[in-house]
């Protein structure tokens, strides 16, 4: 089969690997009907992360080719959407509502790579969940949002204990900011403030329901945040970048006793002592437990209640997978699918 390797920093190539099998009874076999490169493998591609021969992807749709012995839930020709971080499904993690920190987790983009043709899923009964059938070309790309950057973005807007009544701040415009600002607006917040300076993505994030936007940046944009709602701060705040100055900007701008949902993977980040204790705020985040939402989130999208799709603003095919990894890296991109 065909499939994504990374060779070292900047070096994304297309080459054949072998196709996968069965190796364990709870393994399943598919087919990708569809998969995209996500913001995150933008930090092995600028050197981040080390990156030597690694297979690339963790966000995948497809049908199901072949199932183990101990797959239940699952059956040959089941489209299915994947979760990007794989619990066992049957640990007490797992049924608290956490697969992602399953003592027995696994990351698809680590040891799968599911930019390519096919992919073996382990614990498939706790990764995949299928479709109510099979389903029209034009939800695939929302029903791929749903594998990570839509769960993710959902993830942070309940760790931030979004709901009704409530003003939002969503910290980043990229493709998981974007499905915060989504995910805000279905859960009830009653006012969104996107934190943008790119005019696509400001536009985008008024689409899905951001009713504020805000260009400024650090202490700047704690303070307009701040001035926008009353000195107080927000409610629920959403950082979905990562860095330093986004995480200590996502703490300035929530008033006291107000939640932070922190989705962004932080590298290198160092919070002051006292900015945490006496902001008087609850953290919360971490790898997202995209299998815990994905039923509700499949059927928004199968019901057409909401389109996170749209998120996806370049489509190549795989073997163009280079170029989309620079649009994304120069930023001409905000996602890009790639199909097969």
Known sequence: ??????????????????????????????????????????????????ADHQVMGHEYVGVVEEVGARVRTLEVGDFVVGSFAIGDGTCEICRAGYPSQCPNRQFVSQTIGTQAEKARIPYADGALVATPGQPDPELIPSLLAASDVLGTGWFGAVAAEVGPGKT???????????????????????????????????????????????????????????????????????????TQESTMQAIGATRPAGHIGIVGVNYEVSIPGPAVFFSGVHVHGGPAPVRRFLPELIQLIWDREIDPGKVFDLTLPLEQAAEGYKAMDERRAVKVLLTL
């Open 1 to 50: 089969m065909r499939g994504v390797v990374m060779y070292t920093a900047g070096d994304v190539r297309v080459e054949e690997r072998d196709d996968p099998k069965i190796v364990e009874p709870t393994d399943a076999i598919i087919r990708l009907t569809a998969t995209c490169i996500c913001g995150s493998d933008l930090w092995p591609y600028r050197g981040i992360e080390p």
């Open 168 to 242: 939002v701040a969503v910290v980043g415009d990229g493709a998981v900011g974007l499905m915060g600002v989504l995910a805000a607006k279905q859960l009830g917040a009653e006012r969104i403030i996107a934190m943008s300076r790119h005019p696509q993505r400001q536009k985008r994030a008024l689409e899905y329901g951001a009713t504020d936007i805000v260009t400024e940046r650090g202490d700047a944009g704690v303070a307009k945040i701040k001035e926008l709602t009353g000195g107080l701060g927000a409610h629920s705040v959403i950082e979905a970048v990562g």
